[in-house]
């Protein structure tokens, strides 16, 4: 997978890749003391724009606050035009942004506040994360043998990046039995969510996915629900147990990575028909749309990366960037 871009956006300054480096002496890195998000950036009708924007630079200062940084010195609106200005640097049309907020210099005693917080948004041209062949034929996937993060241990609503050991040993050990994604219990045993997606499921019908409680907002989930409710579907938010799974007629996954996936097989079980449901293609297809331009919401959903008059990538370059690249 290629991540290198020409610059990586580093507190206010467009880093060349090659510099933006960290070093080892950083908290961050010792106790997975930082909080990220995941963003697309699509080729759309009119230009490259980032899906959700607001809503990604929300959840990337909410799950700041939720580990208990303070003050911190960026708003809404700035994070929303440092991730304009990133892509716009890399001359990319279609990427994934990555946003980090890293305790540095210092919080070596195990509290926050003895370092101070620090903000990197590195780009990279990332088309599909489980792949092509996942898009039309969905994935096979197992129940984890570990148990999703209880609310009161890790916080579900953060995307705090040592939460992401757990998902990382969820899908590790999935992997290695020959699955391509592991869903996760939560502590009571109910369906949580998969590593890096939240799941729905659809019978006779109704679409139903689990509460927020244990999972997190998924951004993806959000715009999906509003899909579902926009063609018409029952959708409900309930605990959903392991064996709904397999007696499901569709399950299907949603992450800013992942898009829209169909789960054809979970724990050795065909679901349904054992291939992409007809309610999981036709959202997959909506979503599909709405992200490129083409659904009625899509302008409120997109954050154009150029402004509209002057649709020029040369007359937007960032005045900041070193002058020893050619622009
Ligand atoms: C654990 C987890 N659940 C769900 C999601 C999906 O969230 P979103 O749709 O906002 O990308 C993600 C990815 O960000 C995730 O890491």
């Not at 899908?171 to 699955?179: A, I, K, P, W």
């Not at 219990?185 to 689990?210: H, M, S, W």
Request: negative net charge; aromatic residues 10%; proline residues 6%.
């Amino acid at each position: 997978m290629g991540m290198e871009s020409s610059f990586v956006w580093m507190n206010g300054e467009l880093v060349p890749y090659a510099n933006a480096t960290i070093h080892f002496n950083t908290p961050a890195l010792h106790y997975g003391l930082a909080v990220f998000e995941g963003i697309r950036c699509y080729d759309t009708v009119s230009g490259p724009a980032i899906f959700r924007s607001r809503e990604h630079a929300e959840r990337l200062l909410a799950s700041a606050r939720i580990l208990g940084f303070r003050d911190l010195p960026w708003t809404v609106d700035e994070l929303m035009e440092a991730f304009r200005l990133v892509v716009r640097a890399n001359q990319f049309t279609e990427c994934y942004i990555r946003p980090l907020i890293y305790l540095t210099g210092g919080g070596w005693n195990l509290n926050i506040d003895g370092g101070q917080p620090a903000l990197a948004i590195s780009t990279w041209e990332w088309k599909n994360y489980l792949g092509p062949e996942a898009l039309e034929n969905g994935i096979r996937a197992n129940i984890a043998s570990f148990t999703r993060h209880h609310p009161n241990v890790m916080m579900t609503k953060a995307k705090i990046s040592g939460n992401y050991a757990n998902s990382v040993l969820a899908r590790t050990e999935s992997m290695r039995l020959g699955f391509e994604e592991a869903i996760m219990l939560d502590p009571q045993g109910y369906i949580a969510e998969c590593t890096g997606e939240n799941l729905f499921l659809v019978r006779k019908g109704k679409i139903i996915t689990p509460p927020i409680s244990a999972v997190l907002e998924g951004i993806t989930r959000d715009s999906l629900l509003t899909v579902a409710k926009d063609l018409g579907y029952e959708v409900v938010e309930q605990m959903i147990a392991r064996d709904q799974l397999y007696i499901a007629d569709e399950v299907f996954v949603c992450g800013t990575a992942a898009e829209v996936i169909a789960l054809r097989e979970i724990d050795y079980r065909v679901v349904g028909s054992g291939k992409m449901g007809p309610v999981t293609r036709q959202i997959q297809t909506v979503f599909h749309q709405a992200v490129r331009g083409d659904y009625a919401r899509s302008a409120d959903w997109l954050d154009p990366v150029y402004l509209p008059e002057t649709p020029s990538p040369a007359l937007h370059l960032p005045i900041t960037a070193p002058a020893s690249r050619p622009l």
